[in-house]
């Protein structure tokens, strides 16, 4: 007897960004897995068990939900932001494709979450619009070399760029570098946005030049948006500057 398996976004942090399908699929669910702070999230309901786990035992975790749900459970896997970026869905499937054959039989869904870059880029105006690429930092997954190889063809090809998992304690010194391959590339005047904590209670969103930004003032809950060579800051007097990305663009020589 299989039951079912969702994969829910739950958004940046506040409850107003979380989408009315993610709120009613958590509802609807009698099993929640996933990390502690997320699942801390969730309005508790009568009757609904919980599965907290350590946030770096991802395939675990995913293995452990796909189980609840081929029990017959309806079950959610709870994930930050959107559960396909950087995130929970991918775990899952993995774990789909080389875990029980049974597991292939469960209903799943993925339900979509506001992303941090989204979140983010909104608070900031609007950096985002035109062509853009989003690099995880970390290099817990993939080798740092895979890292500053992406990071160079990005920061070459003009692309604007979103830093996820800028620096934690472990990684302190790899923003630094990427913030080095790029300044090759990229004017010191280029526009950078640190966007910290979005939508929670401690939120900071800075503006400031490639030349300014200081890597020192990052970590775990930040995220980095690095304009292209078209991206401007909008300064307004006695308010808060916007940055955006004009809808048209231009060949730039490398
Ligand atoms: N699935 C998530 C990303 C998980 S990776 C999403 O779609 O947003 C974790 C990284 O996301 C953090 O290190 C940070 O860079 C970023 N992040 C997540 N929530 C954030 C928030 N509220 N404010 C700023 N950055 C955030």
Known sequence: MSGCLSIVGLGPFASELITPLAAETL???????????????????????????????????????????????????????????????????????TG??????????????????????????????????????????????VVLKRLEAAAAADFVIVLYNPASKARPWQLGEAFRVIARHRAPSTPVIFAHAVSQSDERIEIMTLAEADPAKADMRTLIILGSSATRILSRDGRSAFVYTPRHAELVEP
């Open 27 to 97: 509802a609807a669910t009698t099993d929640l897995v996933g990390y502690a702070p997320y699942l801390a999230r969730v309005p508790e309901r009568a009757g609904q068990r919980r599965h907290a786990s350590d946030n770096r035992e991802e395939l675990a975790r995913a293995r452990q939900a796909l189980e609840l749900a081929a029990s017959g459970k309806s079950v959610a896997v709870v994930s930050s932001g959107d559960p396909g970026v950087f995130a929970m869905a991918s775990a899952v499937f993995e774990a789909m494709e």
């Open 100 to 145: 029980k054959p049974t597991f292939k039989d469960i209903e799943v869904t993925v339900v979509p979450g506001v992303s941090a870059m989204l979140a983010a880029a909104a608070r900031a105006g609007a950096p985002l619009g035109h062509d853009f690429c989003a690099i995880s930092l970390s290099d817990n997954l993939k080798p740092w070399d």
